[in-house]
């Protein structure tokens, strides 16, 4: 029998992960070997403080996080209990490519918060 998370869509990893600007990426889930994972939502949660001014954030897998989305905006997470769902669609439907067995998919900051703060970031997906 097949595993939940390649049934149904679930939480595939949760890490907490650097949002200040200059800040490097931080992987949050790596594919497992012999899978590869379709991401269908990333949800920004429970910051340890404000993210004003974090207005550019690519988020994917590779050195620079930028094959999912790029330039999503966190600046209006200012409160503890903010958060923010990302969807893996904009407005228009958007073509993606399968994450790879070993991707590391995580987010990087290209102009991040100016305070020194860190969140948390669900992935949400399925395998294949």
Same mark, same amino acid.
Not at 44 to 56: E, F, K, N, T
Not at 86 to 100: C, D, M, N, Q, R
């Given at each position: 029998?097949?595993?939940?998370?390649?049934?149904?869509?679930?939480?595939?990893?949760?890490?907490?992960?650097?949002?200040?600007?200059?800040?490097?990426?931080?992987?949050?889930?790596?594919?497992?070997?012999?899978?590869?994972?379709?991401?269908?939502?990333?949800?920004?949660?429970?910051?340890?403080?404000?993210? !004003?001014? $974090?207005?550019? *954030?690519? /988020?994917?897998?590779?050195?620079? =996080?930028?094959?999912?989305?790029? @330039?999503?905006?966190?600046?209006?997470?200012?409160?503890?209990?903010?958060?923010?769902?990302?969807?893996?669609?904009?407005?228009?439907?958007?073509?993606?490519?399968?994450? !790879?067995? $070993?991707?590391? *998919?995580? /987010?990087?900051?290209?102009?991040? =918060?100016?305070?020194?703060?860190? @969140?948390?970031?669900?992935?949400?997906?399925?395998?294949?």
């Amino acid at each position: 029998m097949s595993a939940l998370n390649e049934n149904a869509i679930t939480l595939l990893g949760s890490a907490i992960i650097d949002t200040q600007n200059g800040d490097g990426k931080t992987t949050v889930y790596t594919v497992p070997v012999g899978k590869s994972a379709i991401i269908t939502h990333v949800v920004i949660h429970s910051p340890s403080g404000s993210l !004003a001014d $974090g207005v550019d *954030f690519d /988020i994917g897998s590779g050195v620079n =996080a930028d094959t999912w989305r790029q @330039a999503i905006d966190l600046s209006s997470i200012i409160a503890t209990t903010d958060y923010m769902v990302i969807p893996s669609i904009a407005a228009v439907p958007v073509k993606y490519t399968l994450e !790879a067995a $070993g991707a590391a *998919f995580g /987010i990087k900051p290209i102009t991040g =918060a100016t305070l020194d703060t860190t @969140a948390t970031m669900s992935v949400f997906g399925y395998l294949v």
